[in-house]
């Protein structure tokens, strides 16, 4: 079947501009999350949704990174006033529900902030 | 969410068996022990979970001490294929548990050679 979905694959963009990463989760995984991942590093949680609502927000770094899943399956995360700081590959899971055995990720989006 | 410990690097030869073994020795009485593993350009996948004593699955086994502050995950004759950045996390898995994030550190990054 089909996995987890991200796109772009790439995103190049300049510093200051705004940004959306889009995730399509596995059909029917209620529960979505977004990691970020930094060379030489493991990914580091941002943001977990149950359904339409974030459940926990907390890995989020600030005020510039924001997400929604309005309807409970796709989800986009929003990066406003991009800083070279936020290159990284930004990995989006899905798994069938909060706290469930196993998380599927995707590919990943590459942002490139220049 | 208990943090983890496991060496930056293995080496190992095709058709040796490796054991990664990590430490966490704040390892709370709900958390169970997951591994995933991790290929460039790709998300992590979910190799195997356990709570204590042996898991054995049709790619690894994971071995846990009674006091559960450590575990190992022992991959049987392993292949170039396996050359990967192996995860340990420690946390909440059970169905109902609110919390859904995982904590993945930098992971081990495994070379096998021919």
């Known amino acids: 079947g089909a996995g987890v979905s991200q796109t772009p694959s790439n995103k190049v963009t300049e510093k200051g501009k705004y940004v959306e990463l889009r995730c399509d989760p596995i059909s029917g995984h209620t529960a979505l999350y977004w990691y970020r991942q930094s060379l030489g590093q493991g990914p580091e949680f941002l943001i977990y949704?149950?359904?339409?609502?974030?459940?926990?927000d907390s890995g989020l770094p600030n005020d510039r990174f924001f997400a929604v899943r309005p309807e409970g399956s796709v989800s986009t995360l929003k990066i406003q006033r991009t800083e070279r700081g936020d290159s990284a590959v930004y990995l989006c899971?899905?798994?069938?529900?909060?706290?469930?055995?196993?998380?599927?990720f995707g590919p990943g989006t590459r942002l490139t902030v220049t | 969410l208990a943090k983890t410990t496991q060496p930056i690097s293995m080496d190992s030869y095709e058709g040796q068996e490796v054991n990664i073994t990590c430490s966490h020795n704040?390892?709370?009485?709900?958390?169970?022990i997951t591994w995933y593993q991790q290929f460039p350009s790709q998300g992590p996948r979910f190799i195997i979970q356990g709570y204590k004593t042996k898991v054995t699955n049709e790619v690894a086994s994971l071995f846990i001490p009674a006091d559960r502050k450590s575990s190992t995950l022992s991959l049987p004759r392993v292949s170039l294929s396996d050359t990967a950045v192996y995860y340990c996390?420690?946390?909440?898995?059970?169905?109902?548990?609110?919390?859904?994030?995982?904590?993945f550190g930098r992971g081990t990054q495994l070379t096998v050679w021919p």
């Open positions: 949704f149950q359904g339409t609502g974030a459940a926990d």
């Open positions: 899971a899905s798994s069938l529900g909060q706290g469930a055995r196993e998380q599927y």
């Open positions: 996390l420690v946390g909440w898995a059970d169905r109902g548990s609110t919390l859904g994030r995982l904590y």
């Open positions: 704040n390892i709370a009485t709900n958390d169970y």
